[in-house]
């Protein structure tokens, strides 16, 4: 089945411990794309990754960092987490920018909540 | 950057009826994309459509690009329609950005 994962569904953690959730696709996506989720604010984009070995900040990028060496994988790293960034966070990928259809998919979500 | 602009903000229908949703964007796109967020947070796609109609099922969206403006169609509403539409815009001058409005909030009661 064609999925974005996300792990974990759910991470209660403390202030100023690195944490790192985990975003795989199956689908050979070349982009993918991370966002949190407020009240109030929707959704805003973090980092992405046009493809391998290849990222660039989204709107709210600072507090984060990213990764993609590999396809499938691009992994979110808080490495020192405050409480301004509980928030709920997707994974998104898609094909490549000018790909017949560029659908975005997104992964479940994981709910992040910084003490 | 683009603006992107939902409406309406809510919309509370009874099961049955047809809505149409609207997104107004502020800039030239090339990429537009519908989604839908159930009461469990699961974010679906429902379109891509940077321009023209599509439609699947009870959905249909139409994209007049020239005009900025995108609209959702809902026929014969059910109450799994519930949840939150959110459009989604991106533009051929940052083609790794994609921009979401704020959402309209569907109820829709039995």
């Known amino acids: 089945e064609a999925q974005v994962t996300q792990n974990p569904r759910y991470l209660i953690t403390v202030t100023g411990k690195k944490l790192t959730v985990t975003c795989s696709q199956n689908?050979?996506?070349?982009?993918m794309s991370w966002y949190r989720q407020d009240p109030g604010l929707g959704l805003r984009q973090i980092y992405y990754s046009m493809n391998v070995e290849v990222t660039d900040k989204g709107d709210v990028p600072e507090g984060y960092k990213v990764s993609r060496k590999e396809k499938r994988n691009f992994p979110l790293i808080l490495e020192s987490p405050s409480p301004n960034q509980t928030s709920l966070y997707f994974c998104a990928s898609r094909p490549f920018v000018g790909a017949t259809n560029e659908k975005l998919f997104f992964g479940s979500g994981t709910q992040l909540s910084v003490l | 950057g683009i603006q992107v602009e939902q409406s309406p903000p809510d919309l509370i229908l009874q099961e049955g009826a047809n809505s149409t949703l609207r997104c107004n964007f502020s800039?030239?796109?090339?990429?537009l994309q519908w989604f839908h967020q159930n009461p469990w947070g699961q974010l679906i796609n429902l379109f891509y459509i940077p321009s023209g109609t599509k439609q699947n099922g009870r959905l249909s969206a139409t994209t007049v690009a020239t005009e900025r403006y995108s609209l959702l169609y809902i026929s014969s509403s059910q109450t799994t329609d519930s949840g939150v539409y959110f459009c989604?815009?991106?533009?051929?001058?940052?083609?790794?950005?994609?921009?979401f409005g704020q959402g309209t909030t569907l109820q829709v009661k039995p």
């Open positions: 800039d030239s796109v090339n990429n």
């Open positions: 989604a815009v991106g533009s051929p001058s940052n083609t790794g950005k994609l921009i």
């Open positions: 689908m050979n996506h070349e982009y």
